[in-house]
């Protein structure tokens, strides 16, 4: 049986990653991967298209690392500060979570997503908090979160 030589489009398990070249049986190529999209024989056409596709995607992920660090940049100079009442020992009532902390961002003209936002759990104690936020896979970002005691007003009788 002849062997045709294909690039992945896609991973695929037991296989190999994306953007490979790799020898296959011709009829696996033939009746399971060209079929579904997840390969293309090598031919010059298709090289020529398949190179361009990947540097397109090269570009694409520079691009959105080089937004991530600017916005990095932008939220390590903001500070998020929130008032709560507060009891003893300075623990709060309720709590701040990361969709408070997205509400201030979407405040202030960021759009950051609440998923994105590392908290082991709700901040519930007075003071000064750092906060990271996952902007990407490789970059992200250290928000300070002000907790402050929020005064509250005695009516006169």
């Known amino acids: 049986m002849a062997n045709l030589e294909v690039y992945l489009k896609h991973d695929v398990d037991k ?3 994306a953007g490979e070249r790799i020898m296959v049986k011709n009829g696996y190529a033939r009746n399971f991967l060209i079929p579904r999209d997840l390969a293309v024989p090598v031919t010059k056409n298709s090289l020529r298209a398949l ?10 992920k520079k691009r959105d690392l080089k937004d991530a660090q600017s916005v990095a940049q932008h939220i390590q100079s903001l500070e998020c500060r929130f008032l709560r009442q ?3 020992e300075d623990k709060i ?4 979570t990361a969709r408070d902390i997205a509400a201030v961002l979407q405040e202030k003209g960021l759009d950051i997503d ?9 901040i519930r ?3 000064i908090h ?3 936020i996952r902007l990407h ?3 992200a970002a250290e928000l300070k979160v002000w907790v402050e005691k929020e005064e509250v007003e005695q009516e006169q009788a």
């Open 125 to 127: 104690s007075l003071g």
């Open 15 to 17: 296989l190999g990653k």
């Open 51 to 60: 190179e361009n596709a990947v540097r397109q995607v090269a570009s694409r």
């Open 137 to 139: 896979q490789e970059v």
């Open 130 to 132: 750092n906060v990271q």
């Open 86 to 88: 507060s009891g003893e």
């Open 93 to 96: 009532f309720g709590s701040v």
């Open 114 to 122: 609440s998923r994105r936002i590392v908290l082991e759990r709700p």
